[in-house]
């Protein structure tokens, strides 16, 4: 991926080859100078749309490396070589990917460099330091907990690679989302839990 090249063309390119199977670190390799941004976008938004059953973990362990990165300043992402070495199916991509390009194309028409004041080496972190804690959660199976933050870190990550603002801010306000949605959920378990063991014989 150059520095002009549009994310959407280079995930078009992945889901147009034809093996069966594309690997984490051959993903990785697509990405080029804009490798954080990208990856992050395409571990994440997977997460919005319905896929097998532990898909979430996988596409999430990449997240919990990546992310921190961003917040230490790195300039080019690494992960270990057991992470980069697992595969995908290439239908499930093209599954996913069908549906992402064609929102991220719209996105690359109309998002342009603006409120860069959010972006550099304090603001950049500042994203990385969020998207730990989002990526923390992707990883955890919470049946539809996983929404939210996956679109926090999409809005993050199209942040970096447009370096456009306005989806920092879309960032940060669906993190504060999230952020109510589980303590509201957590709230909700443990009240339940407390009148069933109210209701309980002998308490």
Not at 69 to 91: K, S
Not at 176 to 194: D, E, K
Request: with cysteine; aromatic share 6%; net charge neutral.
């Amino acid at each position: 991926m150059e520095e002009n090249d549009r994310l959407s063309e280079v995930l078009q390119d992945i889901c147009d080859r034809p093996e069966p199977n594309v690997s984490i670190g051959e993903i990785m390799d697509e990405f080029g100078p804009r490798a954080f941004g990208a990856a992050l976008l395409v571990f994440a938004a997977p997460n919005l749309l319905p896929l097998p059953p532990g898909s979430s973990t996988v596409l999430g362990a990449p997240l919990v490396l990546l992310a921190p990165q961003v917040a230490l300043g790195a300039e080019h992402p690494w992960l270990p070589e057991r992470v980069n070495r697992q595969t995908l199916r290439r239908g499930d991509l093209r599954s996913a990917f069908g549906k992402l390009i064609p929102m991220l194309q719209r996105v690359e028409r109309i998002s342009r460099p603006r409120l860069e004041f959010l972006f550099g080496p304090l603001g950049d972190r500042m994203i990385g330091v969020v998207c730990t804690a989002l990526a923390l959660v992707l990883i955890v199976p919470i049946p539809l907990g996983n929404l939210l933050p996956a679109a926090a870190v999409s809005a993050f990550a199209l942040a970096l690679i447009q370096r456009d603002g306005v989806f920092a801010l879309v960032g940060y306000l669906l993190t504060a989302t999230s952020i109510c949605v589980l303590v509201l959920g957590a709230s909700v378990v443990v009240a339940s839990f407390r009148h069933i063991a109210d209701l309980w014989p002998g308490s």
